[in-house]
């Protein structure tokens, strides 16, 4: 059984930054890509970030390249998501999930477990 637990969101003006991290435990983390969605009111799960198991290849949604920055420390089992230049679009309660199909990463049937969410409020 894989538990993740998300932590660090919060109400953050435009144009400023957020780290959350998710924090992992029940297998050996670094066999698993992980992952970062966000899910907005009346809005379906849409992906964020991806990054592999040892941290080597990355990927972005084109909405967040340049100012989110998703990384991982394997001894702490644990996965970050950097989220700068943030906007009101940038809003939503935000999860991270374990990965199961690399090639489905971009959607929510590339994972198999998914953490209960933090959320991030953009607003002056």
């Known amino acids: 059984q894989v538990q993740l637990v998300e932590s660090g969101g919060g109400l953050v003006q435009p144009g400023g930054s957020l780290r959350l991290s998710c924090a992992a435990s029940?297998?050996?983390?670094?066999?698993?890509?992980m992952g970062w969605f966000r899910q907005a009111p009346g809005k379906e799960r849409e992906f964020v970030a991806a990054?592999?198991?040892?941290?080597?290849?990355?990927h972005y949604a084109d909405s967040v390249k340049g100012r989110f920055t998703i990384s991982r420390d394997n001894a702490k089992n644990t996965v970050y998501l950097q989220m700068n230049s943030l906007k009101s679009e940038d809003m939503g309660v935000y999860y991270c999930?374990?990965?199961?199909?690399?090639?489905?990463?971009?959607?929510?049937?590339?994972?198999?477990?998914w953490g209960q969410g933090t959320q991030v409020t953009v607003s002056s």
């Open positions: 029940g297998r050996t983390f670094s066999d698993d890509f």
């Open positions: 999930a374990r990965g199961s199909n690399w090639y489905a990463r971009t959607t929510v049937y590339g994972y198999d477990y």
């Open positions: 990054i592999t198991g040892a941290g080597q290849f990355t």
